[in-house]
């Protein structure tokens, strides 16, 4: 980051309105004037901030691009940009980018894992194995996953790559989404609740939103939680919003699901304490795509979509409504 100088600089300004990861840091502040998102900075560089530099969890509303004349591009880090205002965007003629598909493998890969981690109880074994317990008995026993029946709310890039994987696990496949995919061999259901009565693991993995706010509510997880005699677990690596967090609290508390293996939540870093406190439930902090090498490929992404559209060349990867 640089404070605003009166020395002439060729280099764009970019408004880094979440803090550029160190594997991407140096880059930018080669390429780009980045400045920090404060009041102070922006009441000096507002009219020449050409760029927003974004994360996937990052908010940009119509307030901060109306303050900013010069804008032209937001480069999200990140598939999902739900925090950003993009009609706003659109309206001034800003084209928002986004990075989808680079971290299809990572996102799918951690569902996988987080649908194991859940049934097998990975981390309440792992718990017993250190606290020295094993010798005073074994684990209750857990859940099969192989064969199983995976319902998945969305089945865009990520939900097909967790399918893919499934299928290696045996599993039988379903989805809902906005419309049917008649292509795909996976059976379609018209609601989250419809799929959820017929799932014995529920996935989300649908775009955040006001399209999908609470999606996931009291009645999706009692469908989950009586569609099968032991009874559904939830796994999350969408969005929080997509889930009513205080009702799947209160069905994991009154055991209405068996349990859930969850990467995002409602009020990011922040987890309520009664979720904490369930031994059922296996909770990561929203690692989706945090591998080196997806969030390399992420960030040079972006970095490209900045580079190009401040360059006056089309974006890579503009978001649809942009396309
Ligand atoms: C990251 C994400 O949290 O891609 C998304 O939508 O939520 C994540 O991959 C983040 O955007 C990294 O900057």
């Not at 018209?190 to 993995?205: G, M, T």
């Not at 690596?237 to 409602?266: H, K, N, P, T």
Request: proline residues 7%; charged residues 20%; hydrophobic residues 50%.
């Amino acid at each position: 980051m640089t404070t605003p100088s009166a020395a002439p600089d060729a280099r764009p300004d970019v408004l880094a309105v979440a803090t550029p990861m160190a594997l991407i840091a140096p880059r930018l502040a080669e390429h780009f004037n980045l400045h920090a998102n404060d009041a102070a900075t922006l009441a000096a560089v507002a009219p020449r901030i050409r760029g927003i530099w974004a994360s996937g969890e990052s908010k940009v509303s119509a307030e901060l691009i109306a303050q900013l004349p010069a804008l032209q591009v937001i480069a999200v880090m990140g598939v999902g940009y739900d925090g950003v205002d993009v009609a706003a965007a659109k309206a001034r003629g800003v084209v928002v980018t986004h990075t989808p598909d680079v971290l299809n493998d990572d996102v799918a890969d951690l569902a996988i894992g987080l649908m194991l981690s859940a049934a097998r109880q990975l981390p309440a074994a792992d718990r017993l194995v250190r606290a020295g317990d094993w010798p005073k008995g074994p684990m209750p026993l857990a859940r099969k996953l192989s064969g199983a029946r995976l319902g998945l709310v969305g089945m865009g890039r990520i939900g097909q790559a967790i399918a893919q994987r499934a299928l290696g696990f045996g599993m039988s496949i379903a989805y809902t989404a906005r419309s049917a995919k008649p292509a795909l061999p996976f059976a379609y259901q018209p609601s989250a609740e419809a799929l959820a009565a017929v799932s014995d693991f529920l996935v989300v993995i649908t775009p955040g939103g006001a399209g999908t706010r609470r999606l996931i509510d009291a009645k999706v997880l009692a469908a989950l939680g009586s569609g099968s005699p032991q009874k559904g677990i939830l796994v999350n690596v969408a969005r929080g919003s997509v889930v009513d967090e205080a009702a799947l609290i209160d069905a994991l508390e009154q055991g209405v699901i068996a349990g859930a293996g969850l990467d995002v939540f409602e009020n990011e870093p922040h987890v309520p304490e009664r979720l904490r406190a369930l031994p059922q439930v296996v909770l990561s902090p929203h690692i989706g795509s945090a591998t080196r090498q997806t969030r390399q490929a992420m960030a040079d992404l972006a970095f490209d979509n900045l580079q190009r559209l401040l360059h006056g060349q089309a974006a890579r990867t503009p978001v649809p409504e942009c396309r």
